[in-house]
Nanobody
């Protein structure tokens, strides 16, 4: 059974940083498509960052230059380093994975496995 557990969310002031983690069990993230998404109540889930099988990364325009996605294969953990946080970054953040899709993508449809989310709140 695949489990993906996010952590690292919290409340910070604008300009601060957070590092989100996604610990995965029952599934090897080594060469999988992995991604981070965000969603507010009543809104569609939106891609934040994605890393493909080949290691290429893609970022939403709203976070480019402020966010870095990475994975630690030995720890089977996905990370999202978020810097210079803004109030508009406030949302629930989810990690996701898929073992068939090859290239990085910010579209949620290809992802098979999802975590339960961690809340990020940025105050001005």
């Amino acid at each position: 059974q695949v489990q993906m557990v996010e952590s690292g969310g919290g409340s910070v002031q604008a300009g601060g940083s957070l590092r989100l983690s996604c610990a995965v069990s029952g599934y090897s993230i080594g060469d999988s498509l992995m991604g981070w998404f965000r969603q507010a109540p009543g809104k569609e889930r939106a891609g934040v960052a994605s890393i493909g099988r080949g290691g290429g990364a893609r970022y939403a325009d709203s976070v480019k230059g402020r966010v870095t996605i990475s994975r630690d294969k030995a720890k089977n953990t996905l990370y999202l380093q978020m810097n210079r946080l803004e109030p508009d970054d406030t949302d629930m953040y989810y990690c996701a994975a898929d073992d068939n899709w090859l290239s990085e993508t910010l579209a949620p449809a290809p992802y098979k496995y999802w975590g339960q989310g961690t809340q990020v709140t940025v105050s001005s």
